[in-house]
């Protein structure tokens, strides 16, 4: 079955977002599978965002995700990947559909609360890392 890895940001968890996201996939229809509150080392963030080394908000995104704790969760579902990018919305919050998450919770690019895998691929990766 397909999974994806959900990560609410350090921005997320220190709003008190947690539970309102997990509510949204809850809601939807997925299964959580897996949780933990972590604090994500510099190496991992760097791994994680490797598609984005070189670009110049490569450093402040590394300082952003390891500015904190993390929730890390795998979710299961049918189309779970596609269908979770949805509930998320678009990358910048000024650009995200009212409804999804970012469109209804956040507003900077750069503090957008919610991670979601792009792939069911990076999906899989995704969550073996943690
Ligand atoms: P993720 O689910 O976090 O991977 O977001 P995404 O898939 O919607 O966007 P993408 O993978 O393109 O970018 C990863 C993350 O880098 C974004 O969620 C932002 O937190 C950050 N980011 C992307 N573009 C910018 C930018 O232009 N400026 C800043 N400050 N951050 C950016
Ligand atoms: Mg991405």
Not at 18 to 39: M, N, P, Y
Not at 55 to 76: N, Q, R
Not at 89 to 96: E, K, Q
Request: net charge positive.
């Amino acid at each position: 079955v397909e999974e994806t890895y959900i990560m609410v940001k350090p921005d997320g968890v220190q709003r008190g977002l947690v539970g309102e996201i997990i509510s949204r996939f809850e809601k939807k229809g997925f299964k959580l599978t897996g949780l933990k509150l972590f604090q994500c080392p510099k190496d991992l963030a760097e791994e994680h965002y490797k598609d984005h080394k070189g670009k110049p908000f490569f450093p402040k995104l590394i300082g952003y995700i390891t500015s904190g704790p993390v929730v890390c969760m795998a979710w299961e579902g049918i189309g779970v990947v596609a269908s979770a990018r949805k509930l998320i919305g678009a990358t910048n919050p000024l650009n995200a559909e009212p409804g999804t998450l970012r469109g209804d919770l956040a507003v900077q690019t750069g503090r957008n609360i919610v991670h979601g895998s792009d792939s069911p691929e990076n999906g899989k990766r995704e969550i073996g890392k943690i």
